[in-house]
């Protein structure tokens, strides 16, 4: 299996722009989770989905932030209106069970100018 | 919620000495409890956990204790290498249905 894959790893533009950072879990996962990596705040989950159905968006910031998950294979993450301190390191994982080993994408680093 | 703290934030400890790092958590009713490394550059990929109902589990030089009573768990890799160097993160879940609940992270740098 080719993994967790995300696209794109590396995205920079501008405050105010619409940014969608997309995750494809390993195949035959139930779980799919988004999370922020800061520096100053470490590893936030920002939601998780079971069976596509999100299940927690507690961690997600703000209404400028919304995700997807369309079908299994198939999740997007969308900024809009994006600002500075959006930017960070956005990792995708996925597992067979909630609280089972989760595999980690390469993640999209986020700059916002 | 479940909240767990990791120490130290950075560790340096020279090549084929033993590295430490402790984790404590909040939620009694967490039984799975993971160990990540992540290198520069990668997402964090696991690299032991352990359950409650399991006191101490080794894999070659990487070893985690679990104090449930205590409420806190361990990591402890021996004979360390330059390649150890990395970030490590602990984390805490209940039951299948719940999300990891990720400790801060340790930087671990290893001199030879």
């Known amino acids: 299996d080719a993994g967790v894959i995300q696209s794109p790893r590396h995205e920079v533009t501008e405050m105010g722009q619409e940014v969608t950072l997309r995750c494809k879990p390993i195949?035959?996962?139930?779980?799919l989770f988004w999370y922020r990596q800061t520096m100053m705040r470490g590893l936030e989950l920002l939601i998780y989905?079971?069976?596509?159905?999100?299940?927690?968006d507690s961690g997600m910031p703000e209404d400028r932030f919304s995700a997807k998950m369309p079908n299994a294979s198939f999740s997007t993450l969308k900024i809009q209106p994006s600002e500075p301190r959006d930017s960070a390191v956005y990792f995708c994982?996925?597992?067979?069970?909630?609280?089972?080993?989760?595999?980690f994408g390469p993640g999209t680093r986020l700059l916002v100018l | 919620g479940e909240n767990v703290e990791q120490h130290p934030s950075t560790l340096s400890v020279q090549e084929g000495d033993s590295a430490v790092i402790k984790c404590t958590y909040s939620?009694?009713?967490?039984?799975?409890f993971p160990w990540y490394k992540q290198e520069l550059g990668k997402g964090p990929q696991l690299i032991i956990d352990?359950?409650?109902?399991?006191g101490e589990k080794k894999d070659q030089r990487i070893a985690v204790t679990l104090n449930k009573t205590a409420k806190h768990f361990s990591l402890h890799i021996t004979e360390t290498q330059p390649e150890d160097s990395a970030v490590y993160f602990c984390?805490?879940?209940?039951?299948?249905?719940?999300?990891?609940?990720f400790g801060k992270g340790t930087s671990l740098l290893v001199t030879p």
């Open positions: 994982a996925s597992s067979l069970w909630g609280g089972e080993t989760q595999y």
């Open positions: 195949s035959g996962h139930d779980y």
């Open positions: 989905f079971n069976n596509n159905v999100p299940i927690d």
């Open positions: 939620d009694s009713a967490s039984n799975y």
């Open positions: 352990i359950r409650s109902n399991v």
């Open positions: 984390a805490a879940s209940r039951d299948s249905g719940y999300a990891l609940n």
